[in-house]
């Protein structure tokens, strides 16, 4: 599957970005699974200090990074 990162608080972060570069994340948890597709074991990596509620994700897996 697909790793896409997300982050509200990178600079230059939009859902206009595939989100498959760290310094390119998708802005919103939504932007991100709108990108995924189901059953290919997608991956979301959500950024340290990211701000947002969680979503539907039935097409991804969401997971919290450190950083590392």
């Not at 859902?15 to 059953?39: F, Q, R, S, V, Y």
Request: hydrophobic share 30%; aromatic share 4%; glycine share 14%.
């Amino acid at each position: 599957g697909t790793v896409r990162f997300v982050s509200s608080t990178t600079s230059g972060s939009s859902n206009d970005h595939a989100g498959t570069e760290l310094e390119k994340p998708c802005a919103t948890i939504a932007g991100a699974l709108a990108k995924c597709t189901a059953n290919v074991g997608d991956v979301l990596l959500v950024l340290p200090g990211h701000n947002e509620g969680f979503g539907n994700r039935e097409n991804c897996t969401t997971r919290y990074t450190n950083g590392h």
